[in-house]
């Protein structure tokens, strides 16, 4: 016995490439044919052993390094006709090691997002994932997201919406970490859900970190009077890349 | 690729946004690179020069998914690594339409998490085509369309070959290793 949909839809219904009525019309399916039943729970687990067994190869941390004092320094090709290329790079070696003394100087100042809190938002993360319980105020406008918060928290989180960035913004809903209450303004990546939670901190406050916990990445930083957790199942790149945006704003 | 010209370097404020857009992407370009080529020190390299050379045609990049369009790169310099350093040529087994049905009485599919090594050589296997497209979309969780731009390929298409590359996977583990069956023997 075999199907013909256990080669095709079968794939884009595992990889949520379905419309809504595509993938009710296959859950239909599924209830009457067997084989892609069947198909299907042979496809998850492939799935699953292939997602789960660190197949992953990251990039060794040099690798970076090499890239950044390899990239070609701003206005670097009018004074290529002074110098050689050796001495430039012994230059560029000069300068990036002298930018990241200066780094680690101004990130001394710097804490560690408390784990304590970093639970709590992956803890918060999780519960907003379950059905109904994302946002509170659904939309995709900045400027209607943005007053809602107005009466129900003691400062205005700074709320944009980074659509043209591909994180485009859902919504927003109160939540509570550690007995806060903070503002948790929901972006999506595709078909992946951000959780950004936003409170009020000192002024000079510098939280900082990210890492993994519970299988989701998370990072935390701090601008202008606010600290920020992001948490979601999206790459440590994205996240990263969700957190200059605010951090450009 | 762009063609390959010199092109003006960057000023301060896009080597910031190139640092802030593209580089994050360097755990992404550096995987696809060494599921492509297989050994470490080819993928350094190889993504190395993706890297530099997304930088130096960073201009043509204007908005986003920055990862795709760094991913796309990275494919094509390890496609021309392999050509110069492998004599491999471009076969496009994707281009077959025909999908592989079923067997009648298919065998159970026996894989878990612990088998990393039986996993890594079956993904080893298969024809690079068949791997970048397995890689980007369970190991990078990239959406078709991402795929498609990645792959140059029609969107239309990413679908049954993502089919037929995880059947021939699905083959590659339900087939008993070599040593194995003669020791049942």
Known sequence: ??????????????????????????????????????????????????????????????????????????????????????????????????????????????????????????????????????????????????????????????????????????????????????????????????????????????????????GYHWTAWSKAGFTFCAVSDVSAADLEQLKQLFVQE | MPPDVSTDVLNQDDRSRFEAIVMPHLDAAYNLARWLLGGRSEAEDVTQDAMLRAYRFFSTFHSGDARAWLLQIVRNCCYTWLHKNRNWVDVDELDDASVPREKDTPETLAISVNDRERLTRALEQLPPHFREILVLRELEGCSYKEIAAITSRPMGTIMSALARARQQLRVLLTEPAPKEARLEL
Not at chain 1, 61 to 82: C, Q, V, Y
Not at chain 1, 173 to 196: C, P, Q
């Open chain 1, 1 to 214: 016995m075999s199907c013909e949909l256990a080669q095709t839809r079968l794939h884009a219904y595992l990889d949520g490439e379905l419309d809504a009525a595509g993938s009710a019309d296959f859950n239909q399916h599924l209830r009457t044919c067997p084989v892609c039943a069947a198909a299907l729970g042979e496809q998850e687990t492939l799935r699953g052993v292939l997602q789960h067994s660190r197949l992953y190869s990251r990039a060794p941390a040099g690798l970076k390094l090499r890239i950044a004092e390899n990239l070609p320094g701003p206005r670097a090709a009018k004074s290529a006709a002074l110098f050689s290329w050796r001495w430039l790079a012994v230059a560029a070696a000069l300068l990036l090691a002298a930018f990241l003394g200066w780094r680690q100087a101004t990130t001394n100042n710097q804490r560690n997002y408390p784990e304590a809190a970093m639970v709590a938002a992956v803890d918060a993360h999780l519960r907003s994932m379950q059905p109904g319980h994302l946002v509170d105020v659904q939309s995709t406008d900045q400027h209607t997201v943005k007053p809602w918060f107005d009466g129900k928290l003691d400062f205005a989180p700074p709320v944009r919406d980074f659509a043209s960035n591909d994180f485009p913004l859902l919504g927003g809903r109160l939540d509570v970490i550690e007995g806060r209450t903070v503002a948790a303004l929901v972006y999506g990546r595709r078909k992946h859900f951000i959780n950004v939670f936003v409170e009020k901190a000192a002024p000079d406050a510098s939280w900082n970190g990210s890492g993994e916990a519970q």
